[in-house]
C-alpha cells in the first residue's frame, strides 16, 4: 500500500472557525484566515495619549468575557443519559426530538480552512451552533 493513500483525514492543530449563534442569526468567523492581531485581546489597560488608564466601559469591544465553556454533551449525559462522544445529530434526536439530523460526515472533515466555505459547510456549522445553542436552553 502506497502512503498517499492511507491518509484520508487528519485533525488540524487549531480550530478554522467560530460559531456564534445570536437568535435568529448564526456567525461564522474564520479564525484561520483572521489577522493574527484580530485574535488577541489586550492584557493591559489600554491608555489615552495623556497617559491616563482608560476604564474599559461596557460594551467595549476589549472587555469581551467568556462566562463558562461547556461542551453540549457533557450536561446531555448528566440529565439525559447520552453517551459522552455523541454527535450534535444523536443529541438533536435524544435532547431535543429532532429526528434523522445526521450530517454528512465528508462535510464535517471537509477543509476547513479554505478561504471560500462551501454552502454545505456554511449550513453545517450553523446547524452546529443553533443546535448547541437550542440544548443549552433546554439544558439550563
Known sequence: MDSSSSVLWWVP?????????????????????????????????????????????????????????????????ELRGCRLGASMGELADEVLGIYRMGKDNAVGRSDWEDEDLTWEQVEYACHDVFLSYLITIIMD
Open 13 to 77: 492543530a487549531r480550530a478554522a472557525t467560530l460559531q456564534l449563534c445570536v437568535l435568529p442569526n448564526c456567525l461564522i468567523f474564520q479564525l484561520y484566515h483572521a489577522p493574527r492581531r484580530a485574535l488577541l485581546l489586550p492584557r493591559r489597560p489600554r491608555r489615552d495619549p495623556g497617559g491616563a488608564v482608560e476604564p474599559q466601559r461596557r460594551g467595549d469591544a476589549d472587555a469581551l468575557e467568556v462566562g463558562e465553556l461547556v461542551d453540549v454533551r457533557e450536561p446531555a449525559h
